[in-house]
Each structure stands twice: as structure tokens, then as C-alpha cells.
Nanobody
Framework: QLQLVESGGGLVQPGGSLRLSCAAS????????IGWFRQAPGKEREGVSC????????YYADSVKGRFTISRENAKNTVYLQMNSLKPEDTAVYYC???????????????????WGQGTQVTVSS
């Protein structure tokens, strides 16, 4: 059974940092693109950052470029999202996702996936 479990969400002040983790089971990262998506109240889901585990290529939404970093640890079948310089507009439920897209960009831009985690809440507030 394929499963994705997110962790690391919480409450942080503007300018602070947070690291999200996505632990995958039932499959290996080699054949999948892993992505982080978010959905804020009253807004549509957004593809934040995606990574192709086979070649390490990455994609970032314009809104998070220079602030967020996606990475992987293949031995643990885990993908991370390091979030720095957080802003109130980053507040959302963040979802980990996996699907056999050809590129990281394709997954994030198309904003679709086959497998989803349950989500973790990130709140940026003063």
C-alpha cells in the first residue's frame, strides 16, 4: 500500500523557518516525482515545489523562489521542504504528493498527483 506521511508543520513568526518532512512507503522515490502543494483558506491549491528523484531536478513556484528548498534522502525514502523567511501569505495546509510525472516542473505546474498525504498545517503569524 502506497502511503505518504507529512510532519513538521506548526506556528511560526514572520521571518522564521520550518522544515516539512514527507515519508514515503510502499514505493521507492526513483520512479516518482515528489511534490509539495498547499491550499490556503479561500484559495486554490498551488504547486509549491517538486523534485524528480531520478535526476534531482527541482521546480519552485515564483512565490517561494529563494526562500524554500526541496531535498531528498533516498535511503530513508523521505523528501523535505526547508522553508525560510516565512511570510503570512505562506499560511496554508501543505500536502506531500507523488506521481510518475516525467519532470518536476510538470507535476507542479499541472497541479495534479496520484497519491496524497493527509496534509500538515503551517501558520505564519505575529
Amino acid at each position: 500500500q502506497l502511503q505518504l506521511v507529512e510532519s513538521g508543520g506548526g506556528l511560526v513568526q514572520p521571518g522564521g523557518s520550518l522544515r516539512l518532512s514527507c515519508a514515503a512507503s510502499g514505493f521507492t522515490l526513483d520512479y516518482y516525482v515528489i511534490g509539495w502543494f498547499r491550499q490556503a483558506p479561500g484559495k486554490e491549491r498551488e504547486g509549491v515545489s517538486c523534485i524528480s528523484s531520478s535526476d534531482g531536478s527541482t521546480y519552485y513556484a515564483d512565490s517561494v523562489k529563494g526562500r524554500f528548498t526541496i531535498s531528498r534522502e533516498n535511503a530513508k525514502n523521505t523528501v523535505y521542504l526547508q522553508m525560510n523567511s516565512l511570510k503570512p501569505e505562506d499560511t496554508a495546509v501543505y500536502y506531500c504528493a507523488a506521481a510518475p510525472f516525467p519532470t518536476a516542473q510538470a507535476m507542479c505546474v499541472l497541479n495534479r498527483s496520484g497519491y496524497w498525504g493527509q496534509g500538515t498545517q503551517v501558520t505564519v503569524s505575529s
